[in-house]
Each structure stands twice: as C-alpha cells, then as structure tokens.
C-alpha cells in the first residue's frame, strides 16, 4: 500500500513537471501575470494574448530557459491613448528573478511608485518614466544595486507633476551600477543635496533632470567631480544661476549638454573646445555674455549648436570660418537673440549638411552671399531682425529645394526675380516683415500651395489683392499684409478659406463692405481702412478670440454674435460710424478681456447683462450718445483695470460702488458727463489707480482729502495696462492690442498707448468744485499731470504741492486761489506746462526758477491776477505790493493814514502856490510873463501851419 501511494505520489510530480516544461512557464508566476492582468484596465487590448498556460509566449513577457519570468515589457511605444491604466498587483514582487520592467507611457492616474518595486533584487532596467506616476519617489529604489538603466520620468506639466517631489536624493547613493539616469519633472526643490548625491554615481553615463526645480546650487562647487563616463547631461528647464561648469570641459566622451533655461551666467569657457566628441550643445535661454570662443571650431563632431537667447558677442566672419574648417556635419546653427556683428560672407557656403540657420535679431550687416545656393539641404533660413541689405537674386535660392521657412523680415533685403520665376521648394513660411518690396504681392508666391503662413507687413505692398490669393493659397492659417497701401475690395469667396486661423490687413486702403469671414478665424485685424456697411453676417465661428475692426466707416448696430462666442477675448470696434443700443445678451461664461466700442454713435443705457462679463479688463464706452445712470450690475466687473465712460450723457452721482468694489482699477476716465454731486471719499481705495479724470461735469463740494492716499500716484512702480498678444505659427506677433487713452496734459487732449502706464494724471477741471486745495494732495510725488482749472477752489496754494516733483503739467487756473505762490513750487524742476491765470495771487513769482523761465516764454500763464508780480505788469514790484482784499496781514489803517497824510499835503501844497500869488508882485508879475510868453508863441507856430 505504501509502495502504490509513493508511486502515485511519484507518477503525480513527473507530470506536473512536465506540464511545467511543456508550457515554458512557472506556473505560480503566470499566476502572478493574471493578478497583475485583474488590476489594469486595458483600454487597447494589448493584454489580449494573456491567455494559454504558456505565458512565455504572452505580449511582453520573456522567460530564461528555466521558464522565469525575467522580462516584462509592457511600455506604451506607439502613444496609444490610456493603453493601460488601474493599479499594479503588488503580487508582482514574487516574480523574483525579474531583470527588466518597463510600464512607460501607461496612465498610472497620479499614484505614487509602489514602494515594493525595490524588492527587486536582480532588476537591471526598470523604465516607469511618462507613465502617470506622482506623490513621492519611494527611497526604496536606491535597494536596486543592480540597476544601470532608471527613468522614472514625469508628463511635463501634467496635473500631479507639482505634487510629485522627493525630499532627497541619499537613496541614490545605492544604485553604484546606475549608467542612466532619467528624472524629468519632477519637483527636487528640497534635494539640496542634489548635486552631491549626483557625483556618487562614478559610472553614470546619461542624466536626464529637465524642468525638475532643482534649487540654485553653483555647478562648480565640486570639489572633485567623480563623473568620468558621462556623455550626456540634461539640466534644462531650471535655475540654477550658475556659472558655467568648468568639470564639464574635462569630460572628453562628453555628446551632449543641454543646459538651456537654466540661468547661466558669466562666459563660456575656452576649455570647450576640448571636448572633441560633442554632437549637441544647447546653452539658450541664459544669461551668458562675452565672447563665443573660436576654440568652438574644434567640435568637429558638433551637429547641433543652439546659443541663442543670450548675451554673447562676436564677429560672425571670424567665428565662422573657425567653425567651417572642420565641422562638416553641422546641421543646426542657433544663434538668435545675441549681440553678434560681422557679415555671411566668407564662411556660410562651407555647411554642406545644414538644415537650419537661425541668427535672427543680431546685428549683422552686409549682402547675403551667393554661396548660399550651396546649401541644398537647407529648410530653415531665419536671418530676421539684423541689418543686412542687398537683393537676393534667384542665383540664390535656386538650389535651395528643401526650403520651407525663409525669414528676412527687418532687414533692408528684397527678393528680386523674373515674374515668371518658379521657385524650386516649397514653403511652409515666409516673413519679409518690414523689407521694402514696393511692389505688388508677389507673383511667384502663386506656386507656394503648401504654405501656410505669409508675413508681408510693412513691406511698402501696393495695389489689389490677386484673386489667387483665396483660390491657390488655400492652405494658409496665418496672412499679415497690414500696414501696406493695399486697395480694392475682399471677394465673398474668402469665405471658403477653411485653414485660415489669422487675418492681418489692418492699415491699408481697403474698401466695400466686409464680407463674411471663414468660421476657422481666430485673430481678424481689418483696422485702420475704409470699410463700409454694416458688420457681415458671419464674422468667424466660435473660436474667434480677437477682432478690430476699428477706424473704419461701418454703420447698423453691433450684431448679438458677438455675446456667443465664448473664447473671444478682445473686440475693438472703435471709431466706426455704429449706432443703436448696447447688445443686452452677454453671458456669464465668455472670456471677454476687452472691449472697445468708443467714439461711435451708441445710444441708450449701459445693458445689465454686461455685469456678466467679470472677466473683463479694459472698458471703453467713450465718445458716444450713451445716457442713463451707471447700473449696478457694472459693480460685478471687479476685473476692470480701465474703464473709460467719457464724452457721453451719462446723469446721477459717481456710484460708490466703484472704490468698493473695483480694486484693480488703474484708470478711472468720466470726463464730459452730466455727473453730479460730491466725488466719492470711496475712490480713495483705489490703490492702483494712476489715472483719475473727472473733467467737464458738475460735480461739487469739496476735493477728497484722501486722495492723497492713491498710493500708486506716490510710488515710481506702475501698474500693467491691459495688452493682448495674439501670436502665429511658430510664435510670430501678427496682432497685438495696447490699450490707449486720451488724456489732456499741457493744454492738448493726448492720445497715448504703448507708454500709457508711465502717465500718472488727475484731472478734475470744469467742474463747480469749492473749498481749498487739499494739503495731502502733495503726497503724489509721481503724479505728472495735474488739472483742477475751472472751478470755484479758493484759499491758498499748499506749500506741500513742491513736493510733487515729478510734476510736469499743473493747471489751477480760473478759480478763486489767493496769496503768494509758495516758494517750494521752486524746485519743480520737471515742470514744462504750468498755468495760474485768473486767480487773486498776489506777491512776487519765486526767483530763478522754472515758475519764473517759464513766464518768460508765456507770460499770460499769470493773466488776470493783477497783484501778482508777472511780466504782464510793467511798473516795479516791491516786496509788499499785496492784493489788498486778499493780504493776510491787517493793512486798513495804515492805507488810511496813507490817503490822509497824502491829501493833506496836496491841499498845503495849492494853498502855498496861491498865497504866493495874491500876496507877492514880484511872483505874479512873473506867473503871468510865462503864461504870456508860451500863448505867443503858440499862436505864431499855428500861423506858420496856416500859411505854409
């Protein structure tokens, strides 16, 4: 019985062995693939082949020849959205002769890298890098002795990338086998002790830490650098604010550097020319300066230079030709955004391989060289924004067949060639911003059928738009032909331009109605021509986000479109002829940032609806026949940083809701309305505000005290005007939008935009104003344009307004001010504009300064006060010639003494002359001999008149 049971026992074993090796696979580890199978969600069936007993066989499994598991590969190579997402089994720790796991590019949904994973005692390749993962990097990998291949890189800017951190890299100082390193995005910015953990690595050959807010540390406070193997280094995206590091010039093997956005500064040593094997070098976006060494021209091996971005100097005649002996491969040439001279000739020829050249905004001179032709590999010319000239023939860019990107713009160069001309490429974008074509659009831009982006503003671009323009270009997304003498109409079959995305023909002399726009439009600029008519039916589909149409000769009513499109951020229609009411249909979810219907002929009430719009930065409302009361649904538009109401009918009290509620309110425009009443104490919360004007209403009661305390008027910090910047393909400005305001400043109503923020004004003139001039008005020392002219203000100048010295324009004229002007108004030395006429201001002007220069250039800046002592009086003035209604000393009886002692001496005087000559012969006989004497000859002289 005992010999049957052991040999059941052994019949039993000798088949599950061979069940074991007839599958190839142990079976407790398939086990474990079907746990790990249950935890994920596979959204692509790429686990689908798990099935059999065979799991040696499955999608991403390889077995050793004893049938473990020793390879699991279930990386997502082909980008496949969400291929695998859920949980991993934390079964998957028995299969404990693993040596490679890689799971990138899965979707983990932010959880933390299980800690078990360093269990993993013979993992060599463990690669979880894009895979979603978050929280903290468990310590426990640095248990992996074994690994040379890490990367446990994060989705840049993904929604966990912020809470994925470490608070110190210790743990690495266990994987001494590591040869790649792979960290991007995550958060290191408590690893202080980065860098010293790094150099414990001696056999690390790649490292990849990009954009993972790697705190300051100075790259060359290493005592010793223990890094021998490393051939690549990547350490972009962070601010180290470093020099830079000198330990890498000693790493011959050295490929890569890639050290771009991460502060450098300083110089580039002459060292690197030492580095012979170097195929990429990326060192843009720093703040590096000096001199590119030539030694650079020893990288025989060097593929990509990219140093743009930075501060560097050099001559572009000498620097090339060292990089032409011997770089041979060079295929990108970056450059851009330095301070380098010198011309092209000589050496740009020598690039055989090169496929991008990009030097844009240099301040390089001279011809494009012919020898450019050579370049047949060429698909990037980016030579915008320097100062070369010349023409540029088809000699030269006749070879240039793999041409996609050309960008002269800036430049004084033109493209002169026959009219008949076929261009041997194809391309994708061309910007001759600002050269001087002269000409009209040119003919062999008809070939360019693939091209998508065509930048001719300011180009001196004359006469019609060809038809071929909407009919053979029909896969353009980006047109700049602004700022040109462009006439003529826009065709109805623009309409059907489906890839167009931007459309920039502002500033030219196009006429007609506008016809309907393609609904792909996002960014429409027709500013600044004469278009008429009412607006078109379609101006775009939901994805416009900016329009201006302003200065132009449109009539009707704005349509009700515009309240839904949700992504539009600006609308300028200012300065058209457009009349009825505001659309009441605004909705509480738009992004509307601006909105500019100024200088029409608008009518009714400001809409309720318009309340919605909280995001809105900039109002413009002004110059229009709008009425009523402000509403205070406005209150909800606590976003607003301008909001120009001027020029209308608008009635009532300034709401106090205003200071209340709008804090970032920097311009504050109401001039020319019928307001009335008090100025609100309540605008004195208005701690941003720059700009107050008030003008031209009929407000009354005295000036706020506290608008002493509009702390941005006292401070040299200004406060950012609204701005939109719409950009092209790749990053080009097409449209730009500046807010601008009118402003009067020294006796003229100013239009300013681009320099707005730096004006800081209060105007409060033609108004009914009382009482005195706020002494606490002094404390805006930065204010430089003050006007409270026409009013009723009276009292004394306040000797605190000396303080104001960035003051450049003050007016106080036509009110009631009395007394002298104070002498601290003597060190306003920035004063260009001043005027004080028709006051009571007494005394003398205070000597040798700008008060006194500039009433010698005008001096009717002083008219109508006629005690004060300006140029305008011609008889002497003493120091105590007062206006005697207004002298603050009492002067009464001594004026009365004055006429008395004066009167009686006149009557002593006559008295005396006539007793003289009652009672003295000798004196009256010689009175009367004179009179005698002057009569004669009187009469005689008039005799001679009659005779002659």
Not at 254 to 272: D, K, N, R
Not at 285 to 293: C, F, M, R, T, V
Request: net charge negative; aromatic share 8%; proline share 4%.
């Amino acid at each position: 019985m005992r010999l049957s049971l052991l040999s059941l026992f052994l019949i039993l074993l000798l088949v599950t062995t061979k069940t074991t090796t007839a599958s190839g696979c142990i079976g407790n580890e398939r086990n474990v693939l079907f746990d790990l199978k249950a935890t994920l969600k596979d959204h692509q069936g790429v686990l689908s082949s798990w099935r059999g007993l065979n799991c040696c066989s499955w999608y991403g499994v390889t077995c050793n020849k004893t049938g473990h598991i020793i390879k699991l590969n279930l990386g997502n190579n082909k980008s496949m959205e969400y291929a695998l997402t859920g949980d991993i089994s934390p079964s998957l720790v028995n299969l404990t002769h693993l040596e490679y796991l890689d799971l990138h590019g899965n979707d983990f949904g932010g959880g933390s890298i299980p800690e078990f994973i360093g269990l993993f005692k013979n993992l060599r390749h463990l690669d979880l890098s894009f895979a979603g993962f978050g929280g903290k990097i468990p310590p426990h990998l640095g248990n992996l002795s074994k690994l040379n291949y890490l990367d446990i890189s994060n989705i840049p800017d993904s929604s966990f990338t912020s809470s994925s951190s470490v608070d110190n890299l210790l743990w690495l100082s266990g994987l001494s086998s590591l040869a790649y390193l792979g960290m991007s995005s995550w958060n290191f910015s408590a690893a202080s002790d980065w860098l010293e953990s790094l150099n414990m690595l001696a056999f690390l050959e790649e490292l990849h830490l990009y954009s993972t807010h790697l705190p300051p540390t100075d790259l060359n406070s290493l005592s010793q650098s223990n890094f021998t193997f490393l051939n690549k280094v990547d350490l972009s995206g962070n601010y180290l604010s470093s020099t830079f590091p000198h330990w890498l010039t000693n790493i011959t093997t050295m490929t890569h550097i890639e050290l771009s956005y991460t502060g450098l500064h300083g110089s580039i040593p002459e060292a690197v020319g030492n580095l012979t094997a170097l195929e990429y070098v990326f060192l843009s976006e720093n703040s590096l300066e000096g001199a590119i060494p030539t030694s650079i021209g020893k990288l025989c091996n060097l593929q990509v230079l990219d140093l743009s971005s930075n501060n560097l100097v050099g001559d572009m005649d000498n620097l090339g030709k060292a990089m032409a002996r011997c770089m041979k491969q060079l295929e990108f040439i970056h450059l851009e955004s330095n301070n380098l001279s010198g011309s092209l000739t000589g050496w740009l020829g020598s690039f055989k391989t090169l496929l991008s050249i990009n030097l844009h905004n240099n301040a390089l001179s001279g011809p494009v060289p012919s020898d450019i032709g050579q370049l047949t590999t060429l698909y990037e010319l980016d030579i915008s924004y320097n100062f070369l000239q010349g023409v540029l023939y088809e000699e030269h860019l006749a070879n240039l067949s793999s041409l996609t990107v050309l960008d002269l713009s800036s430049n004084l160069l033109r493209i002169s060639v026959h009219t008949d001309w076929v261009p041997p490429f194809q391309l994708h974008q061309l910007q001759l911003r600002s050269c001087p074509l002269k000409s009209g659009v040119p003919q062999w831009l008809r070939t360019q059928t693939s091209i998508s982006r065509i930048d001719l503003h300011n180009t001196g671009t004359v006469g019609t738009l060809p038809d071929w323009t909407w009919t053979s270009l029909t896969s353009l997304t980006d047109l700049d032909l602004s700022n040109n003498q462009l006439t003529g109409t826009l065709p109805a079959s623009m309409v059907h331009m489906e890839s167009l995305r931007i459309l920039g023909l502002g500033s030219n002399h196009l006429e007609g109605q506008i016809p309907d726009m393609p609904r792909s439009i996002e960014v429409l600029d027709l500013s600044n021509n004469s278009f008429t008519g009412p607006l078109p039916y379609h101006l775009g589909g939901s994805g416009l986000l900016f329009v201006s149409l302003s200065n132009n000769h449109l009539n009707g009513s704005i349509p009700v479109y515009f309240c839904d499109m949700e992504l539009l951020s600006g609308i300028d229609l200012s300065n058209n002829n457009l009349s009825g009411e505001l659309p009441n249909c605004w909705k509480q979810n738009t992004r509307l940032l601006v909105l500019d219907f100024s200088n029409n002929n608008l009518e009714g009430e400001i809409p309720s609806s318009i309340g919605s719009l909280t995001s809105l930065c900039s109002l413009h409302l002004n110059k229009n026949m709008l009425s009523g009361v402000l509403p205070f649904s406005l209150s909800s538009c606590d976003s607003l940083i301008l909001l120009d109401l001027g020029e209308n009918h608008f009635e009532g009290t300034i709401p106090t809701w205003i200071g209340s509620n709008m804090h970032l309110l920097v311009i504050l425009r109401l001039r020319s309305n019928q307001f009335s009443g008090n100025i609100p104490d309540g605008l004195s919360q208005l701690q941003r505000l720059q700009m107050l004007d008030l003008a031209n209403n009929k407000l009354s009661g005295p000036l706020p005290r506290n608008i002493g305390n509009l702390t941005l008027m006292a401070s040299r910090q200004s406060a950012r005007i609204i701005s939109l910047t719409f950009r092209g393909l790749p990053a080009d400005i097409i449209v730009y939008y500046n807010a601008s305001l009118y402003i009067t400043t020294k006796g003229y109503e100013r239009l300013y935009s681009r320099i707005l923020y730096l004006m800081k004004s209060v105007d409060l003139s033609d108004n009914a104003l009382t009482g005195e001039i706020p002494v606490e008005f002094g404390a805006l020392a930065q204010l430089k344009n003050l006007n409270l002219s026409r009013n009723r203000l009276s009292g004394r100048i306040p000797e605190r307004i000396g303080s104001m010295d960035s003051l450049e324009s003050l007016d106080i004229s036509w009110n009631h001010l009395s007394g002298a002007i104070p002498q601290s108004m003597a060190s306003l030395h920035s004063l260009s504009h001043l005027n004080m006429s028709y006051n009571n201001l007494s005394g003398k002007i205070p000597q040798g300064s700008q008060l006194q220069t500039l009433g010698d250039e005008d001096p009717y800046i002083y008219a109508g006060n006629k005690y004060l002592c300006s140029p305008l009086v011609s008889e002497s003035c003493y120091e105590h010639k007062l206006n005697p209604i207004y002298n603050d000393e009492d002067t009464h009886g001594h004026d009365v003494f004055l006429y008395v002692v004066s009167g009686l001496g006149f009557g002593l005087g006559f008295s005396a002359i006539w007793w003289l000559l009652i009672f003295s012969e000798a004196v009256r006989k010689l009175y009367f001999q004179s009179i005698d004497s002057v009569c004669e000859k009187f009469f005689v002289r008039m005799i001679l008149l009659k005779i002659n």
